[in-house]
């Protein structure tokens, strides 16, 4: 399967990058901090306009970021800015008329929704809430507002809980106190204050109080640290409010069992749409019509990464089905096109992200565009708005035809940015892995190749495990740095990895470290074979979270495999890690209970009892405020081996978790990645 001719395309519509600069440059890590980002897109509701935000980097590594909006029913259309404030404008939506759009900014310090009518004039400022407003939606009618913002559930006011908040700030003892878990979680130990939804009127008026729909509940909604606004909707009546949460409980920490509950806009008790399923159920999304209510759910209770089902209710007759149950893909996210009838949604599939159209009464799916990786914005009668992403591609919005599929790119957000950058050739490749199954993954040309050079390899293992290093743009691991930096990249999706069907991603629970490493030996093989221009005799490989864990696997069990290692918040010892990491239900689903009910299999696969076989050069990073994968067992890993006296290095971020997300930070992070590739690599 080769993607690449049609993907460099792709990326050039509208724009020679080749013509567009006399000499571009390898791609570097100070070229990704600098990339503008494209966020905020929302489609009016006639399908004539779209509003987005982008975030601009100028040369020095300054940031400005506003609100553009553009004409969709013409063809050389350029977007107009909208708004020129400082800070950042974000979560655009259109009001219901089309004829203002509301939004988030933070313009006297708090958090709050604006409205900017489209006719010209200033925003106005909607809300005056005591606390930060984290998220909003409006209603279909556009009369009614659900606002997002943490509260303390034993409050009665929103007063009360911006005077918990301040006397928190101020006091003088730093201790905290619990009876329960989750103590912490991402990169957070909890406050004791909850995510909560409110329901305010839009009547003209400023906003300066709200109901509580979720009063007193000890819970999350929506759930964080990656959830939004996505698992909150307003019924198409605008009576009642449906949100996804886990019913409050002190199995928290080991469960993931999310429903979707009904409540009214006035507040009361709240029925649960969902008990029957005990696994996680998300996404609520309704017909415009109020007949069909849509939603994901999967079916393993304590499993995060089962295939999402898409359910799809009749709220006339109570009946409800599994829609396209013989279909092997899991959906991220679903959209109902304007017949009412119709689901638009995507899911990763191959190495891509792809659109799909579903056909809710049949269960018919059609490929709408596979190439890359897209998000949808929103669907007209006749057209697809979605955000596409590719390993050559930072995003843009683009529109496709549902009758024709010709496709069209809307926005160019980093023509003059990507005129200077060469970034190098890939291609998808697969080869036959574990049990003689085919397995995929790509290969990257170095962004300055010579035929006939051979290239140190930089093998990256992606995390999750269940993921994917795909057709996509990353703002973190991203793959043509390397590329940019003369090195052959290969990434593997190998037995685990998602988008390939949900038989091949459960195949890696309870057995980390059989198939995946099995899959990682047999595809360096086969594309080094393949592909003479890399060198096997010179490579690193390198992985975060799950990866990290790979590389302290291939040091026990692989340790003539690589030239150097690079581990990002690996984990070590699975004992340890265990008893330290806040999501309980993640180790106990993929190691078939808790370390005292299955400790066998949990050493079996736990790399602290392979460090015998330990002797490949390893540097070694973390996040101090990693609560994931905490970061002793990176000070575990570099001790051991600094003690053995095998050759490594210790990076530590005090104020970063799981990610790297400081910009400076982050060009220290490839510096030092680099400078110890090319170092093992003699480059």
Known sequence: MKKTAIILAMAGAGVALSAQASSPQPFKVQDLVKINKLHSSALSNDGNSIVFGIKKFDYKGKASSDLYIQDLMKSDAKPMQLTFAAGTEHSAVFAADDQSVYFLASRDGSSQVYNLPLTGGEARQVSDLPLDVEGFKLSQDGKQLVLNMRVFPDCQDLKCSKDKFTADAERKSTGREYKQLMVRHWDTWSDHSRSHLFVAQLNGEKITSAVDVTAGLDTETPPKPFSGMEEVTFTPDGKYVVYSAKAPSKDQAWITNYDLWQVPVTGGDAVNLTESNKAWDAHPTYSADGRYLAYLAMKKPGFEADRYRIMLRDIVTGQEKEVAPLWDRSPSSLIFGKDNRTLYVTAQDVGQVTVFEVNTQFGDVKTVFDEGSNSIVGVTADKIIFNHKSLVQPGDLHSINLDDQSLQKLTDVNSEKLAKIKFGEFEQFSFKGWNNEEVHGYWIKPSNFKAGTKYPIAFLVHGGPQGSFGNSFSSRWNAQLWAGAGYGVVMIDFHGSTGYGQAFTDSISKDWGGKPLEDLQKGLAAVTKQQKW??????????????????????????????????????????????????????????????????????????????????????????????????????AAFTFMQRKGIPSELLIYPEENHWILNPDNLEQWYDNVLGWMDRWTEK
Request: charged letters at 20%.
């Open 534 to 635: 890399l060198d096997s005799s010179r490579a690193c490989a390198l992985g975060g979270s799950y990866g990290g864990y790979m590389m302290n696997w291939i040091q026990g069990n692989w340790s003539d495999g690589f030239n150097c290692l690079v581990n990002h918040a690996g984990l070590f010892d699975m004992r340890s890690m265990y008893y330290v990491t806040e999501e309980l239900w993640f180790p106990e689903y993929e190691f078939g209970g808790t370390y005292d009910e299955n400790k066998d299999l949990y050493e079996k696969f736990n790399p602290v009892n392979y460090v015998e076989n330990w002797k490949t050069p390893m540097l070694v990073i973390h996040g101090e405020q990693d609560f994931r994968v905490p970061y002793g067992q990176g000070l």
